[in-house]
């Protein structure tokens, strides 16, 4: 499985953007996908998370009420909607995806190359 990132950009504090983390492979459908993000000096973070199914989802705390995973198994994508932006929103994300057996573990099998997100105040 490879997998695609894509839709960040520049924007400014309250603007929204859409990413979108395209997948190769017959078993994306299978699949949990998160949106993680590492902004510099800190820590990669688990931002959101979904199941195969798509009908549950977690999100991070700091983005609670603000960001939306959904994902189109039929177009092997899976998206985060991001509104409300802050400054602190600012970073490289990343999208991955594996296995439930793999995942419940803490483990994503597969990576997206990374998308930045800059916010300006």
């Known amino acids: 499985v490879q997998l695609q990132a894509s839709g960040g950009g520049l924007v400014q504090a309250g603007d929204s953007l859409r990413l979108s983390c395209a997948a190769s492979g017959r078993t994306f459908s299978t699949y949990i996908m998160g949106w993680f993000r590492q902004a510099p000096g800190k820590e990669r973070e688990l931002v959101a998370r979904i199941t195969w199914s798509g009908s549950t989802t977690s999100y991070a705390d700091s983005v609670k009420g603000r960001f939306t995973i959904s994902r189109d198994n039929a177009k092997n994508t899976v998206y985060l909607q991001m509104n409300s932006l802050k400054p602190e929103d600012t970073a490289v994300y990343y999208c991955?995806?594996?296995?439930?057996?793999?995942?419940?573990?803490?483990?994503?099998?597969?990576w997206g190359q990374g998308t930045q997100v800059t916010v300006s105040s």
């Open positions: 991955a995806g594996g296995p439930p057996v793999r995942v419940v573990t803490g483990v994503y099998d597969y």
